[in-house]
C-alpha cells in the first residue's frame, strides 16, 4: 500500500513510517518541523537527540531498502498540500501532522488560534484532495480520547443510539474537551463525519489514548532511526514526563488530587493498531471511530508503576518519590470513567507488552540520555495554567 | 448596557444597533466589510440599497442623538480585536461577525478554510479578552438551527439528559452538521461551552432559525438606516431568495422534493429574541443555549404562502409558479422534525408580526429595488454544488 505520513518527522510519524516499511509499504510523508519549533519556543528538547532529516532520511533507506519519499512544507497551505499529494498518489493518509499539546494551546489567544488553523485546515485540505483527487484513499486520522472527557456515562465508540421522548437515533456521543488542542480534535471529528457522509470518502478517526515511550527496538540499531522523546511540561505527556522524572531524581508530578483516570498504551502497541486500521480500511462513505487504549489506570496508579519501573534498575538508585503538583488544569479530578474498546481487539489487536516491560525498556533509554534532560530540567515543571497565567506550579502541602 | 456589535455592518449587526439604541443602550461595533466582498466576489449586490459606512453612522446618530462607535478592522486579528474592546469597555459582546453562508464555505477548499479561520478565530479572540479584561461581559454568540442537523429524536435546548446502559448525565445535545458553514457554528459552540465552564464566562448562544425580511421599519424614516438584502443563491436566505424571485418573474424555487422542514422567523423578531437574550443576561459561568425561531414550515408550504403573499399586490401583478429546483446540498428531504423552543417564550418573547405580515411588508420594499435585483437576475440561481462542482442548478423534470 502507498502510505503518506503527515507530520512524519514527529515522534508518532517517524516510528510508524519505520513500522510500515518494515511491512513492505511504500512510505511517503511530508513536514514543516514544527515540532521541532515548538519544543525549542518553550525552552526544552527532546530527551533522546533527533537526527537531521537528510540523516534521518539516509538512514531509513539503508535500514529498509527504500527511499521514504519525504516533502518539506506545510500542509495547511493548500498548494503544497496538492502538489505533494498529487505527486505521491497515496492509498492511505496517516495524520499526524497536528499540534499535540494541551499546554501550548493554552497559553494564550495567540497559541489557540494557531493551533486552530493549523490543526483544522491541514485538515480540510486533505478531505478536499481526496474528493477531487483520491476518492477510494482512506483517511486514518489522530484524535483524541479527551475529546470525550469524562462522562457520568460510559463511552461507546464515537457513535450511540440516542434515545429521548420514545423516539431514537444512532447518533455522535456528545464531546466535552477540556483545552483548546482538545477542542480541535472535536471540531476535526466533526468535519470528518460530514465528509464522509456528504462525499462518500472514508475514514478512521482514532481515539487515542495516552502514548508513552520511544522506539527503542528500532534505535538501538541505528540512533539515527530513534524518534523523539519530549519530557517537558508542554509537550511530554504524563507517562513520559513521570520516568524523566525519575531518571534524573525529580519528584514524580501528579496534578492535584491524583485520581484522573485516563487510558494509556505504550508506543509499540499504538504502531500495532495504526497498522490494523490501515491494513483493514473501512468501506466507502463510512466514517469509523475506534478508541485505542490498552489499559486504564488513575494518574496515581500510573506514578507507583513508574516507581516500581525505576526501582529495578539497582544499579541507578532511583529512588523517585511522588509529590501532587497544583493542578494547573482545570478538569476533574475524581469521576467515572469506563470507555468502551472492542473494534481493535475485533480487528485482531492483542497487546504486544505490559505496562511493566515498557517502563522498563523506557527508563533503560532515558538513562542513557539523561544528561539532555538534566540540561533542560526547569522544563519538567508545568507552568501554563488553564486560567492563562503562567509560572510554575507548586507542590500541594 | 454597553453593548458591542461585531459585524455591525451586516444584515443583522446593522438593524439590531438601531434596535438597541432605540432601547437606550450604547452602541459600538466593528467591521472589515467582508459582506460586502463577499456579495461582489459571487457576482450579486444587496437589493436595497447599502450606504457608504460614513452615511451609515450619520444617519445612526442623526437619528438616535448619539453615535454608534465604530471601528474598522478584523476581530480575527487578536491586536485588532484587543484595541477596540479595550476602548470600548463593552457590558455585552454580540457576535455577528461571522462569514454566514453554507454555500461559500462548500465553494472549495480555500473557502472553507476561510470559513474556519475567520468564524472561529474572532470567538477565540473575544472569549480570551473577555477572560483577561472583561470577565463579568456577556457574550451573545449567533449560531444555527442547523447545527443540529435533522435528527429522528426531538431536538432540545442545547443540552439533555443522556442515559446509557443504567447510568445518565447532563451533556451537549449532539451536532450534526451539514455544511462547513454550520460546521463552524458547531465548533464555535464546543469553544465557547468550555471557555465558560474553564474560565467562568457567560454566554448565551443563540441557535437561530432562518430570517427574513427587511428593516422596512427604520429605512422609510432614512433610506441610509436601511439594512442590506440578499437575494443571490449563495448569501440569500430561502424565504429572502423566494420573494425576490416572485418580484422579478422567476419561478420559486424549493430544492429537490421540498420537505425539508425548518424553523423560520422574521428580522423583526429575531432583534427582539436578540433584545431579551441582552437584558436576560446569564450567570457568571452560565452556558445557556436558546432556540430561536417562530414558525416550523417545509420549504413548499414556505414558497407557497410566498406566492399567497405576492398575490395581494395586484397592481404589479404578481403571479409566481413554484418550480423545484435539482438539490444542490446533499440533505435528508424527508426526515422527522421538531425542535423545542420554550427558553425565549420563558424571558417573554411573543412574536409581534406573523409570516404573512412580514411577507407582505418584505414584497412592498423589494417592489420598489426590483430594477437592482433585474441586475442581478443570473445570481437567483443556486450554482455551488455539494459535491464541488460549480454551475447553475437544473429543474426537477
Known amino acids: 500500500m502507498k502510505i503518506f505520513i503527515a507530520g512524519v518527522d514527529g515522534y508518532l510519524g517517524w516510528t510508524l513510517a519505520q513500522w510500515l516499511a518494515r511491512r513492505g509499504h511504500t512510505v511517503g510523508g511530508a513536514d514543516n518541523f514544527a515540532r521541532r519549533s515548538w519544543v525549542k519556543e518553550i525552552g526544552s528538547q527532546s530527551a533522546v537527540p533527533v537526527a537531521k532529516i537528510h540523516d534521518r532520511l539516509a538512514a531509513f533507506e539503508a535500514r529498509y531498502g527504500a527511499p521514504l519519499q519525504f516533502y518539506r512544507g506545510d500542509l495547511s497551505d493548500y498548494e503544497f498540500a496538492r502538489r505533494v ?93 477540556g483545552s483548546f488542542y482538545h477542542a480541535t480534535k472535536v471540531h476535526d471529528t466533526y468535519n470528518i463525519e460530514m465528509a464522509c457522509r456528504l462525499w462518500g470518502l472514508r475514514s478512521t478517526d482514532i481515539m487515542q489514548g495516552v502514548v ?91 506514578a507507583e508503576k513508574v516507581v516500581e519501573a525505576a526501582g529495578g534498575f539497582r544499579t ?31 480487528l485482531g489487536y492483542v497487546p504486544a507488552i505490559t505496562m511493566a516491560e515498557a517502563l522498563h525498556e523506557l527508563i533503560a533509554v532515558l538513562v542513557k540520555y539523561k544528561g539532555r534532560i538534566v540540561a533542560c530540567k526547569d522544563a519538567l515543571m508545568p507552568d501554563v495554567r488553564w486560567d492563562g497565567t503562567r509560572g510554575a506550579m507548586e507542590y500541594v502541602k
Open 85 to 177: 499529494l498529487m505527486a505521491f498518489e497515496p492509498d492511505a493518509i496517516v495524520h499526524l501532522g497536528e499540534m499535540p499539546s494541551a499546554p501550548y494551546s493554552m497559553i494564550d489567544a495567540k497559541h489557540a488560534a494557531y493551533t486552530h488553523t493549523n490543526n483544522l485546515v491541514s485538515t480540510l485540505n486533505m478531505l478536499h484532495l481526496m474528493r477531487d483527487a483520491f476518492p477510494g484513499c482512506h483517511l486514518l486520522k489522530l484524535g483524541t480520547m479527551g475529546e470525550y472527557g469524562t462522562p457520568n456515562v460510559d463511552i461507546p465508540e464515537g457513535f450511540f443510539n440516542c434515545k429521548l421522548r420514545g423516539r431514537e437515533d444512532w447518533m455522535m456521543f456528545p464531546r466535552k474537551p
Open 212 to 302: 508513552y515511550g520511544t522506539n527503542y527496538w528500532d534505535q538501538e540499531k541505528d540512533e539515527r532511526l530513534a524518534t523523539r522523546f519530549d519530557f517537558d511540561g508542554v509537550f511530554g505527556t504524563a507517562i513520559n514526563r513521570f520516568c524523566a522524572q525519575a531518571v534524573v531524581g525529580e519528584p514524580i508530578t501528579p496534578f492535584g488530587d491524583g485520581h484522573q483516570r485516563r487510558g494509556f498504551l505504550p508506543l509499540q502497541d499504538s504502531m500495532q493498531c495504526f497498522t490494523l486500521a490501515l491494513e483493514n480500511p473501512p468501506k466507502a462513505g463510512e466514517y469509523r471511530t475506534l478508541n485505542q487504549f490498552e489499559e486504564v489506570y488513575d494518574v496515581t496508579e500510573l
Open 316 to 346: 541507578f538508585k532511583l529512588e523517585p518519590e511522588i509529590r501532587n503538583l497544583c493542578n494547573p488544569r482545570k478538569e476533574a479530578e475524581e469521576h467515572y470513567y469506563n470507555p468502551d474498546c472492542n473494534k481493535l481487539p475485533d
